[in-house]
């Protein structure tokens, strides 16, 4: 059984980096695959944030790529997401997903979901 | 404002039917698959429907997809309240990301 779980440090400044981790278990992430982040603002709908191939190429949401950096760790069987230059719309749900096919939308596995708020 | 359109909102007493259409273009619905995910109160995105009509293992076959040129719709037949939710259709786009719909918050009178 596939299971994503996210993690973060918590709160995050104006300006500084929103960094979480998805650990990864029931499915080794160097198997193949891929991997994505999807966001959701409180009471609104979902932004696809980015998508890692098991290869390592990555696409990025063009309205959020000049901020983001979405890498995977083997070793970890985890990825992770990287937000630069945080504000208050990045404040979300952020929840990692499996991408079964690449190039599409099929997100088969999620997390949770973790709240992350930008405040000062 | 998102790329794909939807209605906000949609209802239905059980045991009706109802659709839920969903807008783009050729860039992402017109020339990709369309995916629809069921969002139930406090809860994570569920796939619902892949590949256009696809159902995973498990989900009722009383959930169909269709998708007619730039244009999808979501039919769920024999509505039930544990259906109540919100509804998002998504695309990937020929630019190179994945797009999704405003979601359809489904009400069951």
């Known amino acids: 059984q596939v299971q994503l779980q996210e993690s973060g440090p918590g709160p995050v400044k104006p300006s500084e980096t929103l960094s979480l981790t998805c650990a990864v278990s029931g499915y080794s992430i160097s198997s193949g695959y891929y991997w994505g982040w999807i966001r959701q603002p409180p009471g609104k709908g979902l932004e696809w944030i980015g998508s890692i191939y098991h290869t390592g190429s990555t696409y990025y949401n063009p309205l959020l790529k000049s901020r983001v950096t979405i890498s995977l760790d083997m070793s970890s069987n985890q990825f992770s997401l990287r937000l630069r230059s945080g504000t208050a719309a990045d404040t979300a749900v952020y929840f990692c997903a499996r991408l079964r096919v690449a190039g599409t939308c099929e997100f088969d596995h999620w997390g949770q979901g973790t709240l992350v708020t930008v405040t000062s | 404002q998102s790329v794909l359109t939807q209605p906000p909102s949609a209802s239905g007493t059980p045991g009706q039917r109802v659709t839920i259409s969903c807008s783009g273009r050729?860039?992402?619905?017109?020339?990709?698959?369309v995916y629809w995910y069921q969002q139930l109160p406090g809860t994570a995105p569920k796939l619902l429907i892949y590949r256009n009509n696809q159902r995973p293992s498990g989900v009722p076959d009383r959930f169909s997809g269709s998708k007619f040129g730039t244009s999808a719709s979501l039919a769920i037949s024999g509505l039930r309240s544990e259906d109540e939710g919100d509804y998002y259709c998504a695309a990937w786009d020929d630019n190179l990301n994945a797009v999704f719909g405003g979601g359809t918050q489904l009400t069951v009178l």
């Open positions: 050729s860039s992402n619905i017109g020339n990709n698959h």
